[in-house]
Every structure is written in C-alpha cells, then in structure tokens.
C-alpha cells in the first residue's frame, strides 16, 4: 500500500541510511542494529519511533534472507524496543454529556457526537461524505478512513496530504444506526457548511465530506485533535485523545445505554 511504502521508506531515508547504510549486509551484525538503537534513545528518539526502526530492518532481512540474499538475521540477536501502552480510562457517561454540552456550537460538536455515540474512529468520521449519511433511515455506511501521505508532485517532489483510503478490514465496513441527537447534531453541521459556502461566493460546488478544511476537502486529522486539546483545556474538560472517545461508546454500551448521552 503506498502508505506502508510511504513510511517505510521514510524511517529508511531518515535513521537507517545515515546510521548503518555504509556497512554492507553481509556485515552487518546484531551489536550494529543495538548500537543504532541505543543512539538514537539517546538522541531523545520516541520508543515508536525505535520500534519502526527495527521492524522495518527485520522485515527487510526476513525477505533478503528468504530470497537468500543474506544467511542470516541479524535482528533476531537484538532486544526490540519496548513500547509502555498508556492504559485508556474512558470517559463516564457524566463526562460525555458535559463534554458534548460544552461544545454547543462548536464547530467539532458533530464529530465528538459521533465519536461517543457510534464508537466511529477519527479517520472514520473525518473521511465520512454527506452521501453516506442516510437521514431518512437513521443510518450512517462506514466504508473508508483518511491518512496522512507523502504525494509525489508532477515536478518528482515529494509533499505530505490528507487521503481517503479502504479501511484494513473488511469487518471495518459497517452500517451504524443514528440516534436523534446525532442526527440534529448533523443537519445542524450541515446547514451551517452551506452557509458558510454560500457566503464565500464560491463558483465551486459545495463540499461533498462532512467534515472539511478551509479548502472544502478532509480536514486532517492533526488539525482536529489540535482543536481539540485546545477545547479541553478552556472547558476544563478531562482529555482523552479522539481516537479513544469509541471506548467510552463502549463502556457505556455496557454500564448504560449510549442514547442517554
């Protein structure tokens, strides 16, 4: 997938050439790849970013070695870093309805509904489209998320944009049911995006994604989780990342019932 390419090659580019690139395959050894990974520790580099260091280095050697390019795994003889997970503490129902109370009239209100009522991930919601919201059969059809890419210009230059792509699974593929909040919640966003169209006096025709940056196209998710912590904070909202707000659709699911939010 170009968005696997994409980062692979990005950790190539970045860590792997300027730390190990001059030794040749063949002598390359385990001591080289945990040397690396120490240094760049000590660089300040994330425990993420030292873990994709090694995948990408242990899934290249696992194909040089099957197309029997190399004899050998040097990887295998490294201790991989280690990720800690932050444990997720969803919110409480309490906290969800202050939280979509509080962002009344904000303009994310839609997505933070969404996001505690269906248990809809971010890319999920933000690559969402006006057609796949059926306001006559309360439904919502999940079939596509965003990401971030590296786009290669027409000049051969290399610039980073929002894409809409498949999701991983088929099983990510769904059709929610919307419950009465969620889709005023939504006729309100939406009616507020033709007004604001309408006020630009575009010759362009209206947006087709739900929820859109300035340009009309899919708004980064970057630039909503920024908008986000930013909402938190003057609200004295007890933050939890978006991505994480479908554990709370979970929680409650079990504890209560995600239409009482």
């Known amino acids: 997938a170009p968005g696997t390419y994409s980062g692979y090659k990005s950790i190539v580019d970045s860590y792997l ?11 390359l050894r385990p001591l080289h790849i945990q ?26 050697f696992t194909i040089a070695l099957r197309w029997q390019l190399v004899g050998r795994n040097p990887c295998l003889g ?21 939280l979509l109370k509080s962002s009344e009239g904000d303009r994310f209100h839609a997505v933070y509904t969404l996001a505690l009522t269906t248990g809809m991930r971010r890319g999920e919601a933000l690559a969402l489209t006006w057609g796949d919201i059926d306001f006559e059969t309360s439904t919502v059809s999940i079939d596509k998320t965003i990401r971030r890419e590296s786009l290669i210009q027409r000049d051969g230059s290399r610039v980073s944009g929002v894409v809409v792509v498949p999701p991983k699974t088929a099983q990510s593929r769904r059709v929610n049911h919307l419950t009465a909040p969620v889709l ?11 007004l604001d169209w309408i006020s630009r006096d575009s010759h362009e025709s209206a947006p087709v994604h739900v929820f859109t940056n300035a340009h009309g196209g899919p708004l980064d998710e970057s630039k909503l ?12 909202i007890r933050q939890i990342r978006i991505h994480d707000m479908r554990h709370t659709f979970a929680t409650v699911l079990i504890d209560d019932d995600p239409r009482n939010i």
Not at 19 to 27: D, E, T, V
Not at 35 to 60: F, N, P
Not at 184 to 191: D, I, S, T
């Open 225 to 236: 989780s920024s908008r986000y912590r930013k909402f938190c904070r003057e609200n004295n």
């Open 184 to 194: 005023n919640a939504l006729r309100r966003h939406k009616l507020e995006q033709e």
């Open 35 to 60: 040397t690396m990974l120490s240094a760049l520790e000590a660089d300040e580099k994330g425990a993420r970013t030292r873990q994709y260091c090694y995948v990408t280095l242990r899934r290249a």
């Open 78 to 98: 490294v201790d991989p870093p280690k990720i800690k997970k932050r444990p997720v503490v969803p919110l409480t129902a309490d906290q969800a309805k202050a």
């Open 17 to 27: 050439i300027p730390r190990i690139g001059s030794i040749k395959l063949a002598a």
